[in-house]
T-cell receptor, first 115, second 110 residues
Framework: DGGITQSPKYLFRKEGQNVTLSCEQN?????MYWYRQDPGQGLRLIYY???????QKGDIAEGYSVSREKKESFPLTVTSAQKNPTAFYLCASSLRQGALSDTQYFGPGTRLTVL | KQEVTQIPAALSVPEGENLVLNCSFT??????LQWFRQDPGKGLTSLLL?????REQTSGRLNASLDKSSGRSTLYIAASQPGDSATYLC?????????FGKGNQVVVIP
């Protein structure tokens, strides 16, 4: 089965801790993305990567970090510098970032709660 | 900065009625527009993608139109079913990223 997996589904973090959210895809896509979704708001882009070993900041990158060491994997670390990290986090991928008909495919999401 | 608005935010319709969901955007310089479906607590599922040079796309009971000059898209769902209950998100691609609306939350009443 081709697709995007995210783990864990639910994650609880104490204040001051860093946590890492996993995102893996077996679609052979070049581009990967991380979004944050808050109640009553649209999705907001945190980071994106067009190719291995390269990534760019999105609209709300402060307090987050990413890596792209393998094509299949794009983990997101929520650091203690992120002041309001409780949210639903969605990972997505697409075949090529600049293509006109480039559809983004989404994972099932990780719900992060700060205790 | 691209702003995407979806109206209404929430609506309920009886089963069998046609659904009409509206999306507007402020910058007409777009590459494409996508409609997604999201069930509660789940990820997004792509429904339709309309390239900037196209006027509409159809898939089964779904039809989406695009009027780039006026900054509008409409998603039509024919003969709605209870299984169509979900949140529908519009996203516009420009400048290497998608800009999302807040969604239309739809309830189809049996």
């Amino acid at each position: 089965d081709g697709g995007i997996t995210q783990s864990p589904k639910y994650l609880f973090r104490k204040e001051g801790q860093n946590v890492t959210l996993s995102c893996e895809q077996n679609l052979n896509h070049d581009a990967m993305y991380w979004y944050r979704q808050d109640p009553g708001q649209g999705l907001r882009l945190i980071y994106y990567s067009q190719i291995v070993n390269d990534f760019q900041k999105g609209d709300i990158a402060e307090g987050y970090s990413v890596s792209r060491e393998k094509k299949e994997s794009f983990p997101l670390t929520v650091t203690s510098a992120q002041k309001n990290p409780t949210a639903f986090y969605l990972c997505a991928s697409s075949l090529r970032q600049g293509a006109l008909s480039d559809t983004q495919y989404f994972g099932p999401g990780t719900r992060l709660t700060v205790l | 900065k691209q702003e995407v608005t979806q109206i209404p935010a929430a609506l309920s319709v009886p089963e069998g009625e046609n659904l009409v969901l509206n999306c507007s955007f402020t910058d007409s310089a777009i590459y494409n527009l996508q409609w997604f479906r999201q069930d509660p607590g789940k990820g997004l599922t792509s429904l339709l993608l309309i390239q900037s040079s196209q006027r509409e796309q159809t898939s089964g009971r779904l039809n989406a139109s695009l009027d780039k000059s006026s900054g509008r898209s409409t998603l039509y769902i024919a003969a709605s079913q209870p299984g169509d209950s979900a949140t529908y998100l519009c996203a516009v691609k420009g400048n290497n990223r998608l800009a999302f609306g807040k969604g239309n939350q739809v309830v189809v009443i049996p």
